[in-house]
C-alpha cells in the first residue's frame, strides 16, 4: 500500500468499491498480508441484550486533586462523550475534606466538602462508589501515610470510625434521600492487602473493621449495599468470605483489583519500571479464580466488582499513553463479559497526585486524558464502546461486537496480540512503533435496507487518535505550547471516513477494512435496518 494514499483513505475503501485498484498491495506487500478476517452480520436478527458492564464505573484521584474545577472539567468531557454511571476513589475521609475532628474530646463531623463534590459528581450523571477510608487525623493510631497527599492509613480508633461511619450514612440519605443512597455502593477500604494502604497488611484488623463498618451502615437501612474486600490482586476473597458466614456478617458484592503487569501490587512513588505480562491472560486469571471463590461459597450469586484495573499498576507506565491501550482494554472487557458485574478503569484523568503532580504531557499516567486534556487512544477505545446500541448481534469472530443503535448497524472490532517486547515498558513505549500488518476484515452484511448506504469508518491505532505518538514526533517536549496542545487536539478530533456500500435485493453487502496489529474500528451504517424490521 502506498504511502501517498494514506492510511485514513485506506480504511475507508471497500471491496468491489472505489479505490480497490489503488489500494491493491504490491507482490511484495501481498506475500506479508495475512488472509482476511471473515465477519457475518444479520442486521434483520432478533439479536439480544448487550453487556453494559463496561461503562459501569470509572476511578479518580483523592478529592482533593478530583474537586478541582480543571478535573470536574475534564469529567465533564468524559461523561459527555462516555458517560460512566459510578465514580470510584480513594480517602472520602482525608483530613482535606475536613469531616471530623474532636473539641474537648468530642466529635464534630462537617460535611460540606463531601456534599459539595458529591453534588458535582450527581449533577454529571456520577453516582458515588464509596470507598470508606482513610483515617481522619484525630482518630488515627500511628503516623502513617501513603502518597503525596499523605493519606493516613493506620487502623482508626474502633468506636470513633463506627461513629464516623454511621453518622455519614445517615447524613447522606438525609441530603439525597434514602432511595438514591440505595442505589450507591459502599466498599469498606482499599487494597488491605498492602501493608501500604492497611497498616500491617494485618487481615484479621481487616475482617474485625470490616464487621463493625457493614453493621453500622445496615443499622441505618439494611438495604445499603455494602462490600469488600478491595484486594489487590482479588484477595483474600474466600477468607473474607468465611469470615462473614462465621460471624453472620452482610456482604452484598466482593470486591478487588487487577492489573496486567507482573512483579507486584504498588508503585507508591512512581519508580518502578515494570513490564506488560506476556500472558494476554493475565487480569482474566484473577477474575476467573474470584469467580470461581465466589461460585463455591455459601453466597454463590454474589456481585464481583472489580473497582480498580488497567494494563499497568504503575503511574508512571507509558503502556497507559500508548496506542496498545485501545485494543488492550477492548480485548479485556469482552472477556470479563459474564464473569463480573463491572470493570472500573484506573483512572480518568491524569490530574492525578498519588506520586505527586505529572510533569511531563505524556509521563504514564493512568488517565484517558492527559493533564491538558488531550484524549488518550484508551479514551476511544470506551467512547467507541459505550457508543454501542444495546441490541447486540453474533459476528462468528471472537474480538467485534455488533449493534443496532435506532436503526444504525454498528460493528466495533480490534486486533490485539501482546507485543513482542524484551524490554521494559518504560523503554519500549516510549519510541515510535509502527505495528505489523493484520487481517483485513472481510464483513458480510445481510438483513439491510436494498439500496446505497453510506458507511462512517472511525479508528484507533498508530497514528490515528494516537496523541501520544504524535507527541514523540514532535521530540516528546516537556511542556507544550499552545500550538502543540491544539496540534495534539487535531490529531484526535475522531474524524469518520465516509464510503458507500451498496446492498442489492437481498439485503447483502460486503465491506473490506484494512487492519493492523492494535488496531481498533467503528464502522457504523446509519438506516440500515428496514423501519418495523426485527431490530
Known amino acids: 500500500?502506498?504511502?501517498?494514499?494514506?492510511?485514513?483513505?485506506?480504511?475507508?475503501?471497500?471491496?468491489?468499491?472505489?479505490?480497490?485498484?489503488?489500494?491493491?498491495?504490491?507482490?511484495?506487500?501481498?506475500?506479508?498480508?495475512?488472509?482476511?478476517?471473515?465477519?457475518?452480520?444479520?442486521?434483520?436478527?432478533?439479536?439480544?441484550?448487550?453487556?453494559?458492564?463496561?461503562?459501569?464505573?470509572?476511578?479518580?484521584?483523592?478529592?482533593?486533586?478530583?474537586?478541582?474545577?480543571?478535573?470536574?472539567?475534564?469529567?465533564?468531557?468524559?461523561?459527555?462523550?462516555?458517560g460512566f454511571r459510578?465514580?470510584?476513589?480513594?480517602?472520602?475521609?482525608?483530613?482535606?475534606?475536613?469531616?471530623?475532628?474532636?473539641?474537648?474530646?468530642?466529635?464534630?463531623?462537617?460535611?460540606?466538602?463531601?456534599?459539595?463534590?458529591?453534588?458535582?459528581?450527581?449533577?454529571?450523571?456520577?453516582?458515588?462508589?464509596v470507598e470508606l477510608g482513610f483515617t481522619p487525623h484525630d482518630m488515627r493510631t500511628s503516623d502513617q501515610t501513603i502518597f503525596h497527599w499523605r493519606g493516613n492509613?493506620?487502623?482508626?480508633?474502633?468506636?470513633?470510625?463506627?461513629?464516623?461511619?454511621?453518622?455519614?450514612?445517615?447524613?447522606?440519605?438525609?441530603r439525597y434521600g434514602r432511595e438514591e443512597v440505595r442505589t450507591w455502593f459502599f466498599e469498606f477500604w482499599n487494597e488491605p492487602n498492602l501493608a501500604s494502604f492497611w497498616e500491617g497488611a494485618d487481615q484479621t484488623a481487616y475482617l474485625e473493621y470490616y464487621g463493625r463498618t457493614a453493621r453500622a451502615i445496615k443499622a441505618v437501612d439494611p438495604e445499603l449495599r455494602i462490600g469488600g474486600p478491595a484486594t489487590a490482586g482479588i484477595g483474600w476473597v474466600t477468607e473474607f468470605l468465611s469470615y462473614a458466614d462465621a460471624h453472620d456478617l452482610p456482604v452484598d458484592f466482593v470486591s478487588g483489583h487487577s492489573y496486567g503487569t507482573k512483579g507486584g501490587f504498588l508503585d507508591e512513588n512512581g519508580e518502578a519500571d515494570v513490564k506488560l505480562s506476556a500472558n494476554s491472560d493475565e487480569v482474566m486469571l484473577d477474575l476467573r479464580m474470584a469467580r470461581h471463590q465466589v461460585v463455591n461459597s455459601s453466597r454463590p450469586g454474589l456481585p464481583i466488582h472489580i473497582t480498580e484495573w488497567s494494563a499497568s499498576f504503575s503511574p508512571r507506565d507509558p503502556i497507559h499513553d500508548d496506542y496498545i491501550s485501545?485494543?488492550?482494554?477492548?480485548?479485556?472487557?469482552?472477556?470479563?463479559e459474564g464473569l463480573v458485574q463491572s470493570m472500573s478503569y484506573w483512572t480518568f484523568s491524569d490530574l492525578f497526585e498519588e506520586t505527586g503532580p505529572q510533569t511531563l504531557p505524556f509521563q504514564g499516567g493512568f488517565g484517558l486524558l492527559n493533564p491538558q486534556g488531550v484524549r488518550k487512544p484508551a479514551f476511544f477505545a470506551y467512547k467507541y464502546l459505550n457508543s454501542l446500541g444495546d441490541r447486540r448481534l453474533d459476528t462468528g469472530d471472537s474480538r467485534s461486537i455488533a449493534a443496532i443503535r435506532d436503526r444504525t448497524l454498528q460493528l466495533l472490532a480490534w486486533r490485539?496480540?501482546?507485543?513482542?517486547?524484551?524490554?521494559?515498558?518504560?523503554?519500549?513505549?516510549?519510541?515510535?512503533?509502527?505495528?505489523?500488518?493484520?487481517?483485513?476484515?472481510?464483513?458480510?452484511?445481510?438483513?439491510?435496507?436494498p439500496g446505497s448506504h453510506a458507511v462512517r469508518i472511525r479508528r484507533v491505532g498508530f497514528e490515528a487518535n494516537d496523541a501520544h505518538t504524535a507527541w514523540l514526533a514532535m521530540g516528546s517536549p516537556p511542556s507544550l505550547t499552545t500550538a502543540q496542545v491544539q496540534a495534539l487536539h487535531d490529531v484526535t478530533t475522531d474524524a469518520a471516513q465516509s464510503a458507500v456500500a451498496i446492498a442489492g435485493a437481498d439485503g447483502k453487502a460486503t465491506i473490506s477494512i484494512p487492519m493492523r496489529v492494535h488496531d481498533v474500528v467503528l464502522v457504523e451504517i446509519p438506516d440500515a435496518v428496514p423501519a418495523g424490521g426485527a431490530l
Open 1 to 82: 500500500m502506498s504511502r501517498e494514499l494514506g492510511w485514513l483513505e485506506a480504511a475507508a475503501c471497500l471491496a468491489a468499491l472505489v479505490c480497490a485498484d489503488a489500494l491493491a498491495p504490491s507482490p511484495a506487500a501481498a506475500q506479508d498480508t495475512p488472509a482476511a478476517r471473515a465477519i457475518s452480520i444479520n442486521a434483520a436478527s432478533a439479536g439480544r441484550a448487550r453487556d453494559r458492564m463496561p461503562d459501569f464505573a470509572i476511578g479518580a484521584d483523592y478529592p482533593g486533586v478530583l474537586g478541582r474545577e480543571e478535573s470536574l472539567v475534564q469529567l465533564a468531557t468524559v461523561q459527555e462523550e462516555i
Open 86 to 129: 459510578y465514580i470510584r476513589f480513594h480517602a472520602i475521609f482525608h483530613d482535606d475534606m475536613g469531616v471530623y475532628r474532636e473539641v474537648d474530646g468530642r466529635p464534630v463531623y462537617d460535611w460540606t466538602r463531601i456534599d459539595a463534590l458529591y453534588d458535582r459528581l450527581l449533577a454529571l450523571g456520577l453516582k458515588p462508589f
Open 153 to 174: 492509613t493506620s487502623h482508626p480508633e474502633p468506636e470513633k470510625w463506627t461513629a464516623l461511619v454511621e453518622a455519614f450514612t445517615r447524613h447522606l440519605i438525609d
Open 326 to 336: 485501545a485494543s488492550y482494554i477492548l480485548d479485556h472487557l469482552h472477556q470479563s
Open 416 to 449: 490485539y496480540e501482546p507485543p513482542v517486547q524484551d524490554v521494559s515498558d518504560r523503554s519500549f513505549y516510549t519510541r515510535i512503533r509502527e505495528p505489523g500488518a493484520a487481517p483485513a476484515l472481510n464483513i458480510a452484511v445481510s438483513g439491510l435496507r
